[in-house]
């Protein structure tokens, strides 16, 4: 008799293929797939995982951040290489000369790069260019900006920031139990 194997931890939980049947995204994976396999560039390995991603852990960047990464003096004139979408940000007001490749842009983010003379590049585009990732800076936006985020936790513990699922903060609402000697216990 064999030993018995429990099978209950078999699957293996990172993405092959995107979930999305999304055609220009699967030729996007087509390609990447195989620049990944046929060059040795850690640069299309990377591009590919992250096009498998979910949206939420692709999430926006906007042209102030791109800005702002991009100042330093090694990144100069290099392309800025974003695996999800680019969004306007009306806080800044002069856009440098960017070049930026990106699955999508919001349509202001696409009229201001170009009005300020920068270019933008399709993922296709970038693999003609510069198919080992030569003079390239990946980014991604903040995975925590969701609003969602924000809960994560437990709302009134000490400490905690975590934001509570009520209509408003004050002491009424849920905002009494633990906190004070009248409401069954004080932490």
Do not use: W
Request: aromatic residues 6%; hydrophobic residues 35%.
């Amino acid at each position: 008799m064999g030993i018995d194997i429990n099978h209950k931890h078999d699957r293996k939980v990172h993405r092959k293929e995107p979930v999305s049947q999304n055609v220009y995204l699967r030729l996007l994976v087509k390609l990447y797939r195989f620049l990944g396999r046929r060059t040795n560039a850690k640069f299309n390995q990377v591009i590919l995982k992250r096009l498998f991603m979910s949206r939420q852990n692709r999430p926006p960047i906007s042209v102030a951040r791109i800005v702002r990464q991009m100042k330093t003096k090694q990144r100069e004139g290099k392309t800025v290489v974003v695996v999800g979408s680019v969004t306007d940000d009306k806080r800044i007001f002069d856009v440098p000369k960017l070049k930026i490749c990106a699955l999508r842009f919001s349509e202001a983010a696409r009229t201001r790069i170009i009005k300020n003379g920068g270019t933008i590049l399709t993922f296709e585009q970038l693999a003609v260019e510069s198919p080992l990732g030569q003079n390239t800076v990946i980014l991604q936006g903040r995975r925590t900006r969701r609003e969602a985020n924000r809960h994560f936790g437990a709302p009134g513990l000490p400490n905690s920031h975590a934001k509570p699922f009520v209509r408003e903060k004050n002491r009424n609402h849920e905002m009494a139990r633990g906190r004070r000697k009248s409401r069954a216990y004080k932490a």
